[in-house]
């Protein structure tokens, strides 16, 4: 299991003797985050209704899924998943993808948005695995970021998958659910991914941020939640739900 990365993160909330309204963080505009029981129990009850959240990328092994997340950018799952199914079934290994070569690999993906270059990071990630790795995806956060095209958070997502570290890949569904929810009043990816590291049950750690992406995908929608089928709607901090 690799080492995460330290990040600055804030003071957890209060507990003890307190009260549950004395020891929640205040959050901006006058909300209240969420206190640790009310963290716990978000979570119990994500984990009660779907106890092994599975993300929606296609891959067979944590080269194809570091693939697939690098070209998800700015992509949908679904057109991922329709772009990589013939990819995959013809490069599922770094020596396989180089052999395949960039124009190919194009051919493939051109219907995912920035192909050309999403084409030229599979191609250059490929021969950076080979040259540097071995051949093998690495574990390790810094390692991963070295690869073209990967950032924090695809490298978040490939450490969590493949690897099962406990990670937070914050995407916008993430940071609108933990801002919404009170989970975090962060405004930066970075900010959110310190808060649910720091607040998250350890138990809870590994597939926490499955379900966060499936509540925002789903539930908690960016235009218009569908609130009346949250199961933490008694517990949400969002004062503008709908009915």
Same mark, same amino acid.
């Given at each position: ?16 003797? +307190?009260? =549950? ?9 006058? #909300?209240?985050?969420?206190?640790? =029981? ?9 984990? =009660? ?24 950018? +700015? ?7 329709? =772009? ?19 124009? $190919?690999?194009?051919?493939?993906? *051109? ?16 021969? *950076? ?19 073209? !095209?990967?950032? #924090?958070?695809? @490298?978040?997502? $490939? ?10 890949? $914050? ?9 919404? &929810? ?8 970075? @900010? ?7 607040? &998250?049950?350890?138990?809870? !750690? ?22 009346? +089928?949250?199961?933490? #709607? ?10």
């Amino acid at each position: 299991m690799s080492k995460l990365k330290s990040s600055k993160q804030r003071p957890a909330a209060a507990s003890g003797s +307190q009260s =549950a309204a004395s020891a929640r963080p205040k959050a901006s505009k006058g #909300r209240s985050l969420l206190s640790p =029981a009310e963290v716990a129990e978000v979570f119990r009850r994500f984990a =009660a209704e779907n106890p092994e959240p599975k993300g929606e990328l296609e891959h067979s092994n944590p080269f194809t899924l570091l693939v697939a997340v690098v070209l998800s950018a +700015q992509a949908t799952d679904a057109g991922v998943n329709k =772009a990589t199914r013939s990819l995959f079934q013809k490069a599922d290994t770094p020596q396989k993808m180089v052999a395949l070569g960039e124009d $190919v690999v194009r051919d493939h993906i *051109k219907s995912i948005g920035l192909f050309r270059a999403k084409a030229k990071n599979v191609a250059l990630l490929s021969e *950076k695995l080979i040259r540097d790795f071995g051949g093998q995806v690495p574990e390790d956060r810094d390692a991963l970021e070295t690869l073209p !095209g990967v950032g #924090r958070k695809t @490298a978040n997502v $490939v450490m969590n998958v493949a690897f099962g570290a406990p990670t937070m890949a $914050v995407d916008t569904h993430v940071l609108r659910v933990s801002n919404r &929810i009170g989970l975090s009043d962060g405004k930066t990816p970075l @900010a959110v991914e310190a808060d649910l590291l720091a607040k &998250i049950p350890p138990q809870y !750690g590994v597939p926490a941020h499955h379900w966060l992406i499936l509540h925002g995908r789903y539930v908690c929608k960016a235009r218009k939640p569908v609130c009346p +089928q949250c199961l933490i #709607r008694d517990i949400c901090r969002f004062p503008d739900k709908t009915v």
